[in-house]
């Protein structure tokens, strides 16, 4: 039997250390409490996300190891390359947050289920309209084309789920989120497990307590006023190919 800590309600910002969490299902760590944007900011500043399905408890996970991208390191492979050099997308930030949200919470694949429950993407939603939850939306025209979201915490970001309605759209919005996080000084964003997809583009996998303690050290530095202010979409094969 599974035993796990109840997260109290009157204590938004107590978590149990993280090095608690299972083995097995990897990095369970508790469950309970609520979405709140409090509550919410406080696990990702202890390196702890939710994730949970609907008729659910929320649950709140700390894998080890950890999925992190370098975003020094992220950039358009050669296939990417080549189909951004024929494709007139436009990419923007925070222009489309919902839509992004809602577009990946959508089923793929023939799975009729989302882990994106109405409770979770209303949460980020509040994170957005508080300045702490972001996207970056790629464009083919007036349509989404693919997009990406998640949460920023000092000059850490923390990936939550991407999308893509045209071949390549996720993977050009993660490009595009990286060379900004780059240009504004944040070196991890956080993919939280790790999948073939995830390392086929370039992520790779960090012990847990190295990732905590990047956490603790990059949430502390605030981003500069230059990050995350929506605009007009802009061109994104010059932006990413130069």
């Known amino acids: 039997m599974i035993r796990l800590p109840r997260l109290e309600d009157d204590a938004p910002e107590r978590f149990p250390d993280p090095s608690r969490a299972l083995d097995e299902p990897d990095g369970l760590l508790a469950f309970g409490g609520d979405l709140s944007p409090r509550r919410l900011l406080a696990a990702y500043a202890r390196g702890i996300f939710p994730w949970y399905g609907e008729g659910q408890p929320i649950l709140w996970w700390s894998p080890d190891p950890r999925c992190v991208f370098h975003t020094a390191a992220l950039r358009p492979n050669r296939s990417l390359r080549r189909l951004l050099a024929r494709r007139d997308w436009r990419f923007s930030v925070d222009h489309a947050f919902r839509d992004v949200v809602e577009a ?23 994170l957005h309209a508080l300045g702490h939850a972001h996207s970056v939306e790629v464009w083919d025209g007036a349509r989404l084309a693919g997009g990406i979201y998640g949460v920023a915490v000092g000059r850490l970001f923390c990936g939550e789920s991407m999308f893509s309605r045209e071949s390549g759209g996720s993977k050009a919005a993660l490009m ?67």
């Open 176 to 242: 595009a989120l990286a060379a900004l996080l780059r240009e504004w000084g944040f070196p991890l964003l956080d993919a939280q497990v790790a999948n073939p997809h995830l390392l086929s583009l370039g992520a790779c996998e960090m012990p847990r307590a190295g990732f905590l303690a990047r956490v603790r050290e990059l949430g502390s530095r605030p981003a500069g006023k230059e990050a995350w202010r929506d605009g007009a979409p802009r061109p994104l094969r010059e932006f990413l190919l130069g």
């Open 104 to 126: 990946c919470a959508a089923p793929r694949g023939g799975d009729d289920g989302t882990w994106i429950v109405p409770a979770m993407a209303e949460a980020y939603a509040g």
